[in-house]
């Protein structure tokens, strides 16, 4: 752990990577006391241009909370064409 806290807290990766480098990364990260949500994006240059792209994300409850967009806080609507999927932390 660093001796000061550092600047950075949460990482959210929107990045197609495969598990094996998730979950490296994720360790980098969580051994720095920086929290880390995988969060690929799914629909490509045709969904940006349609605001029709899905946001899948996992990570620990807290660094999912954290950074959680609209649909779990009524009072903050999500933005137009956001879409998520929650998924379970990769063991």
């Known amino acids: 752990m660093p001796s000061t806290p550092p600047t950075c807290t949460h990482v959210v990766d929107t990045s197609t990577i495969g598990v094996s480098a998730a979950r490296s990364v994720a360790a980098l990260l969580v051994a720095s006391g920086v ?52 998924g379970s932390p990769r063991p």
């Open 35 to 86: 929290a880390y949500v995988d969060a690929p994006v799914s629909g490509g240059v045709a969904g940006a241009r349609a605001r029709t792209l899905a946001v899948m994300y996992a990570g620990s409850d807290e660094a999912c909370a954290r950074v959680e967009p609209g649909p779990r806080r009524p009072e903050r609507p999500p933005p137009p064409g956001w879409a998520t999927a929650r």
